[in-house]
C-alpha cells in the first residue's frame, strides 16, 4: 500500500474558514515535513515536524509519532492560501524522503 | 538562512540529446538531491550525494548521470532526453540525510 496518504485529496473553502490537512504514513519516521507548492512553483518548507506541535503565524503542524499520523492545520484562511500542500516522511526503512500526493487547496472569496 | 538557484530556469532540447541541470546552494548544507515531478504528480528521487564525493542513486536514476563537482554543487545530466521526460526537475539540500530540506526553484524540461 501506500507508504504516505494525504486526505482529503481536494478542499475548497469560503475565505476565513479553517481546514485541517491530514497525512498519515505507515511506519516509524525519522523526519517529517510538510511544504507548499504553488502551481508551477517550487516546494516551500512549512515546518520541519518529527514530533509535536509547532505553530508559524496561521499554520499549526501536530505529529503524532505513535498514531503514525501528521497534521496541517491552517486558521482564517485567505485566497493567498490557494496552492497544494504536501507532506513528506523519511525513515530508515524508506532510505529516502517520500512524499504524500498532496491536498489541493483552493480559497474562494 | 541560504538560497539554492538553479540554472537554466528553463531547458529546451532535441530528441537524443545530452542535456545538463545545475543547482548551487550557499546553506553549507552535506547533503544534495535531485527530483522530478512529473505534471500532476509527485516527486520522484533520481540522484542524491550524501556528503562531497558521495553519489547515491534513487527510483529513477535510469537515463541519467549526476555529479557532486564540489560541495556547494550538484549536476544532473540527462543522457538521451525523450520525450516522456519532460517535467520540471527540482534541487534540494539538507544538512543531513534526515534534515529538513530546502527547495531550488526547479528547471522546466521541454524535449522536441
Known amino acids: 500500500g501506500q507508504q504516505v496518504q494525504q486526505s482529503p485529496a481536494s478542499l475548497v473553502l469560503q475565505e476565513g474558514e479553517n481546514a485541517e490537512l491530514q497525512c498519515n504514513f505507515s511506519?516509524?519516521?525519522?523526519?517529517m515535513q510538510w511544504f507548499y507548492q504553488r502551481p508551477g512553483g517550487s516546494l516551500v518548507s512549512l515546518f520541519y515536524?518529527?514530533?509535536g506541535t509547532k505553530q508559524s503565524g496561521r499554520l499549526t503542524s501536530t505529529t503524532v509519532i505513535k498514531e503514525r499520523r501528521s497534521s496541517l492545520h491552517i486558521s482564517s484562511s485567505q485566497t493567498t492560501d490557494s496552492g497544494t500542500y504536501l507532506c513528506?516522511?523519511?525513515?530508515?526503512?524508506?532510505?529516502?524522503?517520500?512524499f504524500g500526493q498532496g491536498t489541493s487547496l483552493s480559497v474562494v472569496p | 538562512g541560504g538560497i539554492i538557484t538553479q540554472t537554466p530556469k528553463f531547458l529546451i532540447g532535441q530528441e537524443g540529446q545530452k542535456l545538463t541541470l545545475k543547482c548551487q546552494q550557499n546553506f553549507n548544507h552535506d547533503t544534495m538531491y535531485w527530483y522530478r515531478q512529473d505534471s500532476g504528480k509527485g516527486l520522484r528521487l533520481i540522484y542524491y550525494s550524501i556528503t562531497e564525493n558521495d553519489l547515491q542513486k534513487g527510483d529513477l536514476s535510469e537515463g541519467y548521470d549526476a555529479s557532486r563537482e564540489k560541495k556547494s554543487s550538484f549536476s544532473l545530466t540527462v543522457t538521451s532526453a525523450q520525450k516522456n521526460e519532460m517535467a520540471v526537475f527540482l534541487c534540494a539540500s539538507s544538512a543531513g540525510f534526515y534534515a529538513e530540506q530546502f527547495f531550488g526553484p526547479g528547471t522546466r524540461l521541454t524535449v522536441l
Open positions: 511506519t516509524s519516521l525519522n523526519s
Open positions: 515536524n518529527p514530533s
Open positions: 513528506a516522511v523519511a525513515s530508515s526503512s524508506f532510505s529516502k524522503l517520500v
